[in-house]
Every structure is written in structure tokens, then in C-alpha cells.
């Protein structure tokens, strides 16, 4: 599976910006993809992630600000980023993995994308 991200870029504080993520393919008919987020010196962290069954879920910082939302028929997922602050600052990842029918979330992820760059000036 291949994934590719776009969108990233510079803004001021309390700006927008909308992430895409297209994947060549599902690796399966229940999957997870989400977004991650890096900033060196600090671990990797999952923002945002969607499942097959829409099921969502964000990490506290960005709840209310950000959406993750999808496009079966063009495997692509987004994200919303409204009201950026500075701490959203990073290299935005998105990956896609198989999902178990057992889970509705993911815990480690196969696929990667190279990552986007998102610069929020204060």
C-alpha cells in the first residue's frame, strides 16, 4: 500500500489548514488510517484516526479543533485543522493499517506516508 500526504504549509495562529492523505488501496475490507504527528526530540503521537466504520477518535489537544473525515470511493482521508496554535507545529504523518474485527482502533500501523510539514507562526 502505498500513501501519499499533501496540504501541509505555513500559517498564523488561529488558521486553517486541510490535510490529505490518498492510498493506493485498503489493505484490507476493515482498516484504520490515521495521522501522526513529530517534532524532534519528542515521540511520535497519533492525533486523529478513522476506521472503516467511521469510528473516530482524537487525541485531547486538537478535540474540537481538528476533524478526520474520509472518501471511500477515492481512499483518501483529510483533516481539518482549524484554530492552529504554535504547539501544532510538526511533520504530520498519515498511515493506514488491516484492522481486526475484534478492535475498533489500531495499534501499530504498516503503511506509511513521508509526512507534510504544518509551521503555525503565533
Known amino acids: 500500500v502505498q500513501v501519499a500526504e499533501s496540504g501541509g504549509g505555513s500559517v498564523q495562529a488561529g488558521g486553517s489548514l486541510r490535510l490529505s492523505c490518498k492510498a493506493d488501496?485498503?489493505?484490507?475490507?476493515?482498516?484504520?488510517m490515521a495521522w501522526f504527528r513529530q517534532t524532534p526530540g519528542q515521540e511520535r503521537e497519533e492525533v486523529a484516526m478513522?476506521?472503516?466504520?467511521?469510528?473516530?477518535r482524537y487525541v485531547d489537544s486538537v478535540k474540537g479543533r481538528f476533524t478526520i473525515s474520509k472518501d471511500n470511493a477515492r481512499t483518501t482521508v483529510f483533516l481539518q485543522m482549524n484554530d492552529l496554535k504554535p504547539e501544532d507545529t510538526s511533520v504530520y504523518y498519515c498511515?493506514?493499517?488491516?484492522?481486526?474485527?475484534?478492535?475498533?482502533?489500531?495499534?501499530?500501523?504498516?503503511?506509511w506516508g513521508q509526512g507534510t510539514q504544518v509551521t503555525v507562526s503565533p
Open positions: 488501496r485498503y489493505p484490507s475490507s476493515t482498516y484504520c
Open positions: 478513522i476506521n472503516d466504520n467511521d469510528y473516530r
Open positions: 498511515a493506514v493499517t488491516w484492522r481486526s474485527m475484534a478492535r475498533a482502533a489500531c495499534a501499530t500501523y504498516s503503511y
